[in-house]
């Protein structure tokens, strides 16, 4: 009897290995619990939830968002890894996984949580506000080397994502990180407010957060922190291409499951998650937030965390952020 | 014309007679506030078509915000922060014997502190808006130590105890990660305090549990001192409601412009609204005295305030995409959804939503009227349910309220501890309102401060700069200064204390 099961497994091994769907025949039965990091309203929770009905809608069992906040994500991120492996709790984590072991808040790694699939990548950009002097990244590169600690950004918390783009790119083009200063601010509206009302000569959050505003002509995209144009504003110049270090951030979102989540469960949601994102009714989800639909598979992802968590390693300890665990 | 045809709409109409209904439900539950109520309503929005979205949105925010009072007055706690300010007054006015005509009077002046806010919206959006952006750290920072003073004006106790409650309030404030440099501070090692004490837990802690403390010791008939025990007639109290909210339309006519302007400000909203206005009223009042043991002029003032605030809260949302409290910033995913980006020219490029939506508003505030009269019939039914089984109802609506907060068992500690907390408090003569509204404000006044000074490198100068900021500096420079002046004058010459005529705005 033995010996049949242990043969058995080792067909699934080998079909495995020449056909992915022969082991991906996983579903859930009862409903499923995902972990959002972060509050109700944001970003990562709008595509979390998007992602919840159509999965709902594609398993036929509830897919239940819960917010657990907390920590900066850490508490998230912990709910997230430290669940049963057993598919019925999956997370949305996302690129705070590679930046706040760095900062010493907590030994939770990337290798701590199953990646599944990438969802978003929105990049940064940098924003002025309508009547600044700035009108290219390079203007404000030379003032800044000029005269370091004269101008002030926001986005986010000290150490957020958003910082360490501007940090990052600072860094890269050779001058002092903090030549600009990072002015903390509870995300990324509270800093377009502060822009708006005058208090800080630019804000780095990701291009789609500040649409609102650039649509309206009351901010200015000096610069977009990727490789590729945005599809809503073509025209924004890219990072890439205009600095010698050719610096490019973006932030993610991913559906990851528990560390040590099974194979069979991980290519199942896989599959699902691919199929979902090819659906028109994602594409028409992720036009309406003004984004492209990214998609990104296991392998991809997993690949993807593991280069950030070096790179913005080196951004942390560049900053003197770094701390040990 | 198409607008009236939109609104006329049954499914339409449906969907604020639902939410109306839902929104008193999360509104009147101890612990679930009217953000709640809009974050579990997103999922369904999913479904609908962009105008039922937001109206969904707007009708069960307003009646949250109103139930809020339900449990306010009839237990003595507040269903969501904003009934905070006045809960001693109408939970007075309950307890003796007109529990239902007070809520009725906190129905029509919602309601219609509601509508002067849609009035003020539709008018005026583009210009507030461009107002709001105004608002810069400096301006925050004063705006929310001019709001820590109302706490000097609201409370009846004297100037040490309430000073006493509110400084508890703010060390409360204090844990957590600092926004500034990301230091976690009296976290002692737990993940789950890195994000500070969520008022809403402080709320449930503070009020529910050391009302439910107060009624388990005073063992003669369980919370017989607490809960009103004598309900009026239904006709009549709506007739009194209606006569006493009439006398005071000068109130609500005063108080709601102030809670829509403070409702447009990034980061303030109703319950700021409704400690300003109240603060605001105790001042103006002939006979501030009798505020805080069962005075309607508060409870009118504060009341169609908040209400008026949520209208504010939109204008920013809409105009500049910014959320001006945390019920906008979920509609504001919600409209981008819709595909209703929010801009200055949402007015011609979504004209017809936009005033629609605005229509749905007033239509949500006046059926809000008869829902929320359903709700203060049903609610006011609970009276008569036996202590012994109220009690441990609510205790237990409050403890999942607590862990509806983070989704996690720790919320329930941090209830209980700060529960026994404020049943200690209560036996020193300390008043607990100053502590929330420390809680609420705490943060907001630190994070401003610490983004302040990091901007002006440690100057003290650039906090007077600015047009705004000067003259919310000296005018909070000036209130604490005159207050200080009043108080010495009472040390040097004992006797009736000179009032002083100045307000906050």
Known sequence: ?325 | MDILISLSDPALLLTIVVCTLYGSLIGALPGLSATMAVALLVPFTFYMDPVQAITAIVATTSTAIFAGDISGALLRIPGTPASAAYVADSATIAHNGRPRTVLFVDLFTSAAGGIIGVIVLSLATPMLARFATNFSSYEMFWLAALGLSCAVFVAGASPPKTFASLFIGLAIACVGIDVAVGMPRYTFGFYDLFDGVDFISAMIGFFALTELFRAAVERDGIGKAVLPTVVEPVRRAIADGWKISCAHWKHVLRSSPVGVIIGVLPGAGSDVAAWVTYALSRKLSKTPEKYGNGHMEGIIDAGSSNNAAVAGAWTPALVFGIPGDSVTAIAIGVLMMKGLAPGPDIFERSGDVVYTLFGAFLLSNVIMVFTGGIAILLASQLLRMPRRLLMPLILGLSLIGGFAVMNSVFSIWIIIALGVLGYLMILGGIPIAPAILGVVLGKTLEQNFMTSMIKSQGEFLPFFSRDISMVLGVATILIWGLCLLQGVRTIISPGPASKNEENPT
């Open chain 1, 1 to 325: 009897m033995k010996k049949t099961a242990f043969a058995a497994v080792a067909i699934v091994a080998t079909a495995l290995s020449s056909t992915a769907f022969a082991a991906c025949e996983w579903k859930p039965e009862r409903p499923v619990t995902l972990i959002v990091p972060w509050g109700a309203g944001g970003t990562t929770d709008l595509n979390s939830r998007q992602m919840a009905t159509l999965l709902q809608q594609h398993f036929g069992v509830p897919f239940n968002v819960v917010n657990r906040t907390g920590g900066n994500g850490v508490t998230g991120h912990t709910a997230i890894s430290q669940s049963r492996p057993d598919g019925y709790t999956i997370g949305a984590a996302s690129v705070e996984i590679n930046t706040m072991h760095w900062f010493g808040l907590t030994p939770l790694t990337y290798t701590d949580i199953t990646p599944i699939a990438l969802i978003n990548q929105p990049a940064a950009s940098v924003l002025v506000a309508k009547d600044s002097e700035f009108q290219t990244i390079g203007q404000i590169l030379d003032h800044a080397r000029a005269n370091p600690g004269e101008l002030t950004a926001s986005g986010t918390s000290l150490g957020g994502i958003w910082h360490l783009a501007l940090a990052g790119m600072l860094n890269a083009e050779g001058l002092d990180p903090q030549a600009i200063r990072w002015v903390p601010s509870q995300g990324s509206a509270s800093a377009l407010q502060e822009l708006l009302a005058g208090g800080v000569d630019m804000v780095t959050p990701s291009l789609d957060e500040g649409k609102a505003l650039i649509d309206a002509g009351e901010v200015r995209a000096v610069s977009y922190m990727s490789d590729k144009p945005s599809e809503f504003a073509p025209d924004v110049p890219l990072t890439a291409t205009e600095l010698e270090s050719g610096w490019t951030l973006a932030a993610y979102t991913t559906i990851s499951g528990p560390a040590d989540l099974p194979e069979e469960i991980t290519c199942s949601y896989e599959a699902a998650i691919q199929d979902i994102v090819a659906s028109p009714e994602w594409a028409a989800f992720r036009q309406s937030l003004g984004a492209p639909v990214v998609w990104g598979d296991a392998a991809q992802l997993s690949a993807l965390m593991t280069s950030y968590d070096e790179s913005l390693g080196g951004t942390i300890k560049a900053i003197g952020m770094a701390k040990e665990q």
